[in-house]
Nanobody, 125 residues
Framework: QVQLVESGGGLVQAGGSLRLSCAGS????????MSWFRQVPGKEREIVAARGWSGGLYYTDSVKGRFTISRDYAKHTAYLQMNSLKPEDTAVYYC???????????????????WGQGTQVTVSS
């Protein structure tokens, strides 16, 4: 099993930066694809960024150039660095992990078997 614990959410002004972290545990965590999704009330959870276990990357168009996904294999931790934050980035952010995820499937919710509890990010104007 893989367990994910998120941290780093909070309140930030527009234009500011925030870094989310996702600490994982489990025997095969380092071999999993990692991703970040976000969700606002009344809308479906949507992909933000993902990094495959073999290095494939995916970013949704709205965050390209502003967000960066990374991971520290030794620490079993994934990160989402968020720069130039906008009010529309306000959402609950979720970390997710999946095994046997192809690069083509990095942006699909169904690719991920394990999910964190979510952390609130609020960007004020």
């Amino acid at each position: 099993q893989v367990q994910l614990v998120e941290s780093g959410g909070g309140l930030v002004q527009a234009g500011g930066s925030l870094r989310l972290s996702c600490a994982g545990s489990g025997r095969t965590f380092s071999g999993y694809a990692m991703s970040w999704f976000r969700q606002v009330p009344g809308k479906e959870r949507e992909i933000v960024a993902a990094r495959g276990w073999s290095g494939g990357l995916y970013y949704t168009d709205s965050v390209k150039g502003r967000f960066t996904i990374s991971r520290d294999y030794a620490k079993h931790t994934a990160y989402l660095q968020m720069n130039s934050l906008k009010p529309e980035d306000t959402a609950v952010y979720y970390c997710a992990a999946g095994n046997y995820v192809s690069d083509y499937g990095l942006d699909r919710r169904g690719s991920y078997q394990y999910w964190g509890q979510g952390t609130q990010v609020t960007v004020s104007s």
